[in-house]
């Protein structure tokens, strides 16, 4: 079982550059949650992706957007990036089971510098 | 809403000395409750997890912590650190209130060192 995957794992993008980040879920699970992890600071929840549809959304500008495919991955897209968007973002992959709590497990992130 | 604090960003013990480190929840509903630690550069693993079963909760690694409803405190404890416990802790809440259980809702971290 390859666990939840991230790619790229490192990247480094201008201000005002568009970047993609892409997600693996683990296998047999179907929803995909985003965090932006900055520097020092906890996780913040993005969004949640389920059955292709963005379930909920956390406080993040419209910039922010995500996709979810067929085959439960996930794209995390944002647009005019800024200085302040420089970040670890992580991915979380769980199992909807209708409310019962099933473990999100996580990726080990993608590494986003923007300079 | 819900929120976590975490008490302390940084702690030092002694290799062998006891861990605490210490969270405190709010929430409008009866909360889940979950450990996480992140080793530098590596996502997120879980400790362990708290969803209204057993107050005391063990974890791996010889991690556990207790549920303490009437203090919303949910505070890591290890009878005896190793250095290999030496990462960065997140206590976190899930709102499950509209009854899915996809949002984390992290504290700030706390950094343990532990020293030879």
């Known amino acids: 079982d390859a666990g939840v995957t991230q790619s790229p794992t490192h990247l480094i993008k201008t201000r005002g550059q568009q970047v993609t980040l892409r997600c693996s879920p683990k296998?047999?699970?179907?929803?995909v949650s985003w965090y932006q992890q900055a520097l020092g600071q906890g996780p913040q929840f993005i969004f949640q992706?389920?059955?292709?549809?963005?379930?909920q959304r956390g406080n993040f500008p419209d910039r922010f957007s995500g996709h979810q495919f067929p085959n439960y991955s996930s794209e995390l897209n944002v647009n005019a990036l800024l200085l302040g968007d420089s970040a670890l973002y992580l991915c979380?992959?769980?199992?909807?089971?209708?409310?019962?709590?099933?473990?999100?497990?996580f990726g080990q992130g993608t590494r986003l510098t923007v300079v | 809403a819900q929120s976590v604090t975490q008490l302390g960003s940084h702690v030092s013990v002694s290799e062998g000395a006891l861990v605490l480190l210490r969270c405190n929840y709010s929430?409008?509903?009866?909360?889940?409750l979950f450990w996480y630690v992140q080793y530098p550069n590596q996502g997120l693993q879980l400790l362990l997890k708290?969803?209204?079963?057993?107050?005391l909760v063990k974890g791996i690694n010889g991690f556990e912590a207790e549920f303490k409803k009437s203090e919303t405190s949910f505070h890591l404890t290890k009878p005896s650190a190793h250095m290999s416990d030496a990462a960065e802790y997140f206590c976190?809440?899930?709102?499950?209130?509209?009854?899915?259980?996809?949002?984390?809702?992290f504290g700030q971290g706390t950094t343990l060192q532990v020293k030879p």
């Open positions: 708290y969803t209204s079963a057993a107050t």
């Open positions: 992706y389920y059955e292709e549809e963005e379930r």
């Open positions: 929430s409008s509903v009866p909360p889940y």
């Open positions: 979380a992959s769980s199992l909807e089971r209708g409310g019962a709590y099933t473990e999100a497990f």
């Open positions: 976190a809440v899930s709102d499950h209130s509209s009854g899915n259980t996809g949002k984390l809702i």
């Open positions: 296998s047999g699970h179907d929803t």
